[in-house]
């Protein structure tokens, strides 16, 4: 079954590096998201991308965040300069155009930690 | 009016119980209201998922109960099992690509 995949799975930085965050979406997708997950929190959403666009982002989503489609496979999330307060599970996810389910699919995360 | 509330927090049940676990939301504009699954240190996978033109949908052991009038949805779990032992999140969305908002969480332990 087609999944989405994430790398790395752990990244630590420290403050004030800039990380890029990488995911391959499931092949015939045609939208993406990037979700967050601070330890013991909900999950929460920062960006979707549609026909290589923001189609819409969250308030988390400031101008430390950028998201990029490089290639016809990848799609990557780009924190400029860390914080510790970035620190977190980081879920990409896609989505069939449309379908009875419009479902999205997560993929395993990457955890981030921010030193 | 964008939150979806999820109650309770944590809850535990023994083997063959059936736990259920609540979700309310404000924004009428929500048009899809599905749950997800999520084992420590993995991506959230969808469990199951409702619209708001039924009031009930069944698939295997999970069953999502849905009241428009109150705006509220439930999950319940029949003959839980020890596997099913995990955090549950309710979400809704409005729109077919839309962001899904999340509920907070449930922390599932069934006990044997």
């Known amino acids: 079954e087609p999944e989405v995949t994430q790398t790395p799975s752990h990244q630590v930085t420290q403050m004030g590096q800039e990380v890029i965050l990488r995911c391959v979406p499931i092949?015939?997708?045609?939208?993406f998201y990037w979700y967050r997950q601070i330890l013991g929190q909900k999950v929460e959403f920062l960006v979707s991308?549609?026909?290589?666009?923001?189609?819409?982002k969250s308030e988390i989503f400031d101008d430390q965040f950028s998201v990029e489609r490089p290639d016809g496979s990848n799609f990557t999330l780009k924190i400029r300069s860390t914080k510790l307060e970035d620190s977190a599970m980081y879920f990409c996810?896609?989505?069939?155009?449309?379908?009875?389910?419009?479902?999205?699919?997560f993929g395993p995360g990457t955890r981030l930690t921010v030193t | 009016q964008q939150q979806v509330k999820q109650s309770p927090q944590s809850l535990i049940v023994q083997k063959g119980g059936i736990p259920i676990i609540n979700c309310a939301y404000e924004?009428?504009?929500?048009?899809?209201f599905p749950w997800y699954q999520q084992f420590p240190g993995k991506g959230p996978a969808l469990l199951i998922a409702?619209?708001?033109?039924?009031s009930e949908k069944k698939e295997g052991r999970f069953t999502i109960s849905f009241n428009k009038s109150a705006k509220q949805f439930s999950l319940h779990i029949m003959d839980s099992q020890p596997g099913d032992s995990a955090t549950y999140f309710c979400?809704?969305?409005?729109?077919?690509?839309?962001?899904?908002?999340f509920g907070t969480g449930t922390r599932l332990q069934v006990t044997l």
């Open positions: 996810a896609s989505q069939l155009p449309s379908g009875a389910r419009y479902e999205q699919y």
């Open positions: 979400a809704a969305r409005t729109g077919t690509a839309s962001k899904l908002t």
């Open positions: 991308f549609y026909n290589n666009e923001i189609s819409e």
């Open positions: 092949s015939n997708h045609l939208y």
């Open positions: 924004n009428t504009a929500f048009d899809y």
């Open positions: 409702i619209r708001p033109d039924v």
